[in-house]
């Protein structure tokens, strides 16, 4: 391990934010981050993985120990199904990929997805009709405060819609070290009912997909609208979509008719965050070196040298005028430090 002083975390965070940690420190064992921790006691830290859901506003004026932890094994395995556990620090769509080389099903749809395994279970992460809960088994977990090990399952986890017991009352508590998915083997399940991947397998007459086919589809879908971190700096999506009780909804759908939705529930109804931004006028905006992308209105993005507090006032300037709008508050999926 080595600690290095005034650090830029610039490429640590796929927003491009050139923001300095006082103190860096990478683990790529368990027991180091033990260790860290351990010396640690008494000092202000913060924990890094990916950096892909996080928009930077200051210096972070303390330890950064950025768990860059690595390997998959496969745990157990039978005729159908097969047991995967990911170290925190690989990325997840090289792990996406890895699983449609071994012709594993279930997880295509989340195909490029920046950011790394070990934040997934927090966000809950999702996509084109499926989310990282179906095929979550467990997670390996470090108590920061004890430096003990244990393992979270599916139902500890308390997953919602983008949403953990991570990021609530078990938040800045554990470190995640690993995680445990279950894939099928054959007799894959897909889930191509989403209209983008329809279409995009007709496009290319595709009629009986294979994983790779839907994984393929996905990413050419998100290629299209969402910015490569490495040449335009964004965190995917900014805001959650949100979701309204059937009284706001009727309100809303009278004012509002030709808005697309999804009904979550008889009583609940999910409406595309991105659909009120852009008509909030913010699509392809830019102010200075912070911007709405060109192609969805959900992404924000760093032209180039944007700080933090640019892009989160760009942000509030949005949620006000949506709110505005349409009465409906959208709340940021990324998180603000």
């Known amino acids: 391990m080595q600690f290095t002083k005034q650090i830029s975390l610039k490429k640590y965070n796929t927003f491009g934010i050139d923001c300095k940690a006082r103190n860096f420190v990478a683990v790529t064992t368990v027991e180091e981050l033990k260790e860290v921790l351990k010396t640690s006691e008494g000092s202000k830290r913060f924990i890094l993985g990916g950096g892909s859901n996080m928009l930077l506003l200051n210096d972070i004026d303390a330890l950064v120990i950025h768990v860059n932890l690595k390997g998959i094994s496969i745990i157990s395995e039978d005729e159908n199904h097969v047991i995967v556990e990911v170290m925190a620090g690989e990325n997840w769509h090289e792990f996406v990929l890895y699983c449609i080389e071994n012709e594993f099903g279930g997880i295509e749809n989340l ?60 938040k800045d508590q554990y470190i995640i070290t690993s995680v445990r998915f279950q894939l099928t083997k054959k007799n894959h399940v897909l889930s191509t ?119 989160w006032e760009l942000a509030l300037k949005i949620q006000k005028e949506v709110k505005e709008k349409f009465g409906i508050y959208i709340t940021p999926e990324v998180n603000v430090f």
Do not use: M
């Open 193 to 311: 009912s989403y209209g983008a991947i329809q279409q995009e397998l007709k496009a290319q007459k595709i009629e009986n997909p294979t994983l790779k086919d839907v994984s393929n589809a996905v990413i050419s879908i998100r290629q299209s609208k969402l910015p490569d971190p490495k040449e335009l700096g964004n965190s995917g999506s900014f805001f959650k979509n949100p979701v309204i009780d059937a009284d706001a909804f009727k309100t809303f759908r009278i004012k509002f008719p030709e808005a697309p939705f999804y009904e979550v529930s008889p009583t609940q109804f999910k409406i595309p965050a991105g659909w009120l931004i852009e008509q909030a006028g913010f699509k392809g905006k830019r102010f200075g070196d912070a911007g709405v992308h060109k192609n969805q209105a959900l992404v924000l993005v760093n032209y180039g040298n944007a700080t933090g507090r640019e892009i």
């Open 111 to 170: 195909s490029l997805i920046p950011g790394n395994v070990g934040t997934s279970p927090i966000q809950n992460i999702g996509a084109y009709g499926v989310e990282l809960k179906d095929i979550f088994i467990s997670c390996e977990v470090l108590e920061i405060a004890s430096q003990t090990e244990k393992t979270f399952s599916k139902e500890e986890c308390q997953f919602g819609y983008r949403d953990s017991i991570f990021k609530n009352e078990a």
